[in-house]
């Protein structure tokens, strides 16, 4: 645990949020390559619509370009958002995810070559377009000249204008400036803004505070899920709605250990019984140099079953924003 933490889980003095973390912003945009397929488009090329030619027509639109051309960049825009995910909470404003600190310079690193990628991969595709028409064409003549001939760009250069990457990094701005531009020469104007400053620290308070419930109960739910899986896995049984069990290999052992590691670094309100516990189980089963014949025995997985079991109970135990931590969090925890 770093030493901030440390000291916001040992006292009671105020956590302003956004010291301890910062909003991200994540806007990824494509050029569609699809138009409606009509029914007009139906009628003049006479096909039996069960029987459409399923590379270039696919629920009720025609591709532009093979379907694969594009979706090898959504699959890019899925790693990128599932990057920033990984280390981070929604916020619920401003369609934001809020991200701990000291993880923001390895989001923004992988958010950065993600977008490199990205890149490249547009650009390969417009020096390509032209080609790629040329297939469209020829593979389907008639599908071509009835219904796509016309709906393509004069300009595959103009294309790139429509795929966008950006990421925004921003905090709300605290009480203070609230306080601040509400100082005006004008009596009658000061008292109706100091009004409708108040009550807009009121509402981010609230918003704050929901935020601090939503992301500490994110956070236990995790955890709980965490023990579900272990034990499921140790124990040789289906988890969730799961119809076969899976076995306990030297990845899954691994995935449990990277889990802990990540409560740590995304633990920045100082849920230190949880953390605690989850430290003590990793040093005890889940040392670098264990593997999956290191639990067969009936007494170790016996004790790895009861250190989940007591795991999960705590984080269950104050998932709900009533929680008597959540809620003093709520009360510590400002703009």
Avoid at 20 to 48: A, E, F, H, P, Q
Avoid at 292 to 319: M, Q
Avoid at 322 to 330: A, C, P, R, T, Y
Wanted: hydrophobic share 40%; charged share 25%; proline share 4%.
């Amino acid at each position: 645990m770093n030493t901030a933490t440390q000291e916001q889980s040992t006292g009671t003095k105020p956590i302003n949020l956004f010291e301890v973390g910062c909003l991200v912003n994540l806007k990824i945009g494509m050029w569609s390559g699809r138009k409606m397929l009509t029914r007009s488009d139906l009628v003049r090329v006479g096909y039996d619509p069960d029987h459409l030619p399923a590379d270039v027509v696919n629920l009720g639109r025609k591709l532009m370009v093979p379907k694969s051309e594009l979706q090898s960049l959504t699959q890019i825009e899925q790693r990128a958002r599932k990057a920033l995910e990984r280390w981070s909470v929604p916020f619920g404003i401003a369609n934001a995810h809020f991200v701990p600190a000291t993880m923001l310079p390895t989001v923004e690193a992988q958010i950065a070559e993600l977008k490199e990628e990205f890149f490249q991969r547009v650009d390969s595709f417009i020096a390509r377009f032209d080609d790629l028409v040329s297939t469209v064409k020829s593979s389907h003549p008639d599908f071509w000249e009835k219904c796509l001939k016309g709906h393509y760009p004069h300009n595959p250069q103009a294309l790139r204008a429509k795929f966008t990457f950006e990421w925004y990094t921003f905090k709300i701005a605290g009480m203070g400036s609230i306080e601040e531009a509400s100082v005006t020469d004008i009596i009658a104007e000061q008292q109706v803004r100091d009004e409708r400053a108040s009550e807009l620290r009121a509402q981010m308070q609230t918003e704050v505070g929901k935020f601090v419930g939503e992301y500490v109960s994110s956070m236990r739910d995790e955890t709980t899920r965490f023990c579900d899986l272990m034990t499921a896995r140790i124990n040789g049984v289906p988890f969730g709605d799961e119809t076969d069990s899976k076995r306990l290999t030297p990845k899954s052992i691994a995935c449990f250990r990277k889990y802990v590691d990540r409560f740590l670094q995304m633990n920045i309100f100082g849920d230190k019984e949880i953390e605690d516990m989850l430290v003590q189980f990793r040093d005890t089963f889940l040392d670098h140099g264990v593997g999956p014949k290191d639990f067969e025995s009936a007494n170790i997985k016996s004790g790895v079953t009861k250190a989940l079991e007591a795991i999960r109970t705590k984080a269950a135990s104050e998932g709900a924003n009533s929680g008597q931590f959540i809620g003093e969090l709520k009360r510590r925890v400002t703009l």
